[in-house]
T-cell receptor, first 116, second 114 residues
């Protein structure tokens, strides 16, 4: 397995447009997380999936944001009607959680969004 | 709610010397701590972790120390190398919450001078 992959790496869009990011986690991992990182800050939690179930969403995730993980494999993060404040690096990570233990988060390279 | 804090935005050390990066947390429920390294335009890369049942974990040049009473952890890099120059993030999570999220500090930019 080559690790967590994200696509696209860069996206420039105009305000009001919709964008979608894709994440392919490490195949044997059952957890998938989405984080957002802005300049000078650490990654901020957005949402996570246990297999195909979305179990928690941050209040940072407004109604314009939606995430899916069909069949517990890849995940998509869609932002509708983008705003300039959505400009950030969107990071996907996966991990294995079972029996009260967890491994570390493995991050992808990130998808950088610029909203003009 | 900034539950994990890295109060030093930057640190500069000479090659071969020790780098010490610090991290404080406020939530006493945290029991799993990690350090990540990040180069520009890349995702964070895992370095080392520690469970709250330990107070020290070592992996090569990297050692993490955990002081639960002070809610403080530190990462020691010995000896520091120019390739260690990057932004370092500490992160924390909790078995109580089934590791539902990891909280990250704002990062410390380490510059190792040749």
């Amino acid at each position: 397995d080559t690790g967590v992959s994200q696509d696209p790496r860069h996206k420039i869009t105009k305000r009001g447009q919709n964008v979608t990011f894709r994440c392919d986690p490490i195949s044997e991992h059952n957890r998938l997380y989405w984080y957002r990182q802005t300049l000078g800050q650490g990654p901020e939690f957005l949402t996570y999936f246990q297999n195909e179930a979305q179990l928690e969403k941050s209040r940072l995730l407004s109604d314009r944001f939606s995430a899916e993980r069909p069949k517990g494999s890849f995940s998509t993060l869609e932002i509708q009607r983008t705003e300039q404040g959505d400009s950030a690096m969107y990071l996907c990570a996966s991990s294995w959680v079972a029996g009260g233990t967890t491994g570390e988060l493995f991050f992808g390279e990130g998808s950088r969004l610029t909203v003009l | 709610d900034q539950q994990v804090k890295q109060n030093s935005p930057s640190l500069s050390v000479q090659e071969g010397r020790i780098s010490i990066l610090n991290c404080d947390y406020t939530n006493s429920m945290f029991d799993y701590f990690l350090w990540y390294k990040k180069y520009p335009a890349e995702g964070p890369t895992f370095l080392i972790s520690i469970s709250s049942i330990k107070d020290k974990n070592e992996d090569g040049r990297f050692t993490v120390f955990l002081n639960k009473s002070a809610k403080h952890l530190s990462l020691h890099i010995v000896p520091s190398q120019p390739g260690d120059s990057a932004v370092y993030f500490c992160a924390a999570s909790s078995l109580l919450y089934n590791f539902n999220k990891f909280y990250f500090g704002s990062g410390t930019k380490l510059n190792v001078k040749p």
